[in-house]
């Protein structure tokens, strides 16, 4: 063991590079920051019609809202038990369906929901169903008391089915292309489940005040002495 330190200092000096290294690094540079995400002017006239139809779907949950409250004012033909029971159920639907329209517009403002095409389908598609049916139930009923009431039932009505057709056809304009830039930029996922891997070997040389990253992590000098030594063989 004691003539092994000599043969390896020797070969340490044999294989290293000249000029000698000044300063070393263990520790791989930082990542760059990635790149923000900038939409192509068609996916930003996209969005924007879709935003449009999204407030004028919250306008007419507003409408059927307000249907609602015509619905329980209007309690003429209810005499008994079995007619007050269809009175307040008609005017629970209008609120219930109501609630449900905006539920579904604000939950397309969520990421999850945005950003992911089969939930943006998903959710487009549920919209389209019951605002086509919306339109339908708002034409007349109880809630059309007079010509008044019955223009504005046909108006809500007829938002409602354009609404849903608008919905039906932007169901597969998500944003998806923006989570995708960002998983294409982010940093790997193996380098972060194992923070324990050697990092890159960087190396500066005072002669030329540049830098050397090695592509492969620097072997303990314990292994050198495994290795035989061609120059103490052949003396």
């Known amino acids: ?9 020797f070969q340490l000096l044999c294989t290293a590079s000249w000029p000698f290294p000044v300063m070393a690094s263990e520790e791989a540079p930082p990542p760059a920051a990635a790149a923000a995400y900038e939409a192509s002017p068609m996916q930003t006239r996209i969005r924007t019609v879709r935003v449009l139809f999204q407030v004028l779907g919250i306008a007419v949950s507003i409408l059927v809202g ?3 409250g015509v619905s329980f004012s209007n309690h003429d033909h209810v005499h008994n038990f079995w007619q007050g029971c269809r009175w307040a159920a008609e005017g629970c639907t209008y609120i219930v369906v109501a609630v449900c329209c905006i539920i579904l517009e604000l939950a397309v403002l969520l990421s999850r929901v945005r950003l992911h095409l089969r939930k943006f389908i998903v959710n487009r598609l549920v919209a389209a169903c019951v605002y ?8 007349g009923g109880r809630v059309a008391v007079n010509e008044s009431w019955e223009i504005f039932g046909h108006v809500a009505g007829i938002l409602a089915w354009v609404v849903g057709c608008a919905n039906l056809i932007m169901s597969c304009c998500s944003d998806r292309a923006e989570r995708l830039h960002g998983e294409s930029h982010s940093v790997p996922a193996v380098a972060k489940s194992n923070p324990g891997a050697p990092a890159e070997h960087t190396v500066a040389y005072g002669n030329s005040g540049g830098t050397a990253a090695a592509s492969e992590p620097m072997e303990p000098p314990g292994d050198t002495e495994t290795r035989p030594n061609p120059f ?4």
Do not use: D
């Not at 063991?1 to 200092?9: C, D, G, I, L, S």
């Not at 103490?232 to 003396?235: A, I, M, N, R, W």
């Open 66 to 68: 307000v249907q609602a």
């Open 132 to 139: 086509i049916w919306l339109g339908g139930f708002a034409m």
């Open 232 to 235: 103490v063989e052949s003396l």
């Open 1 to 9: 063991q004691a003539r092994q330190k000599p043969e390896v200092w």
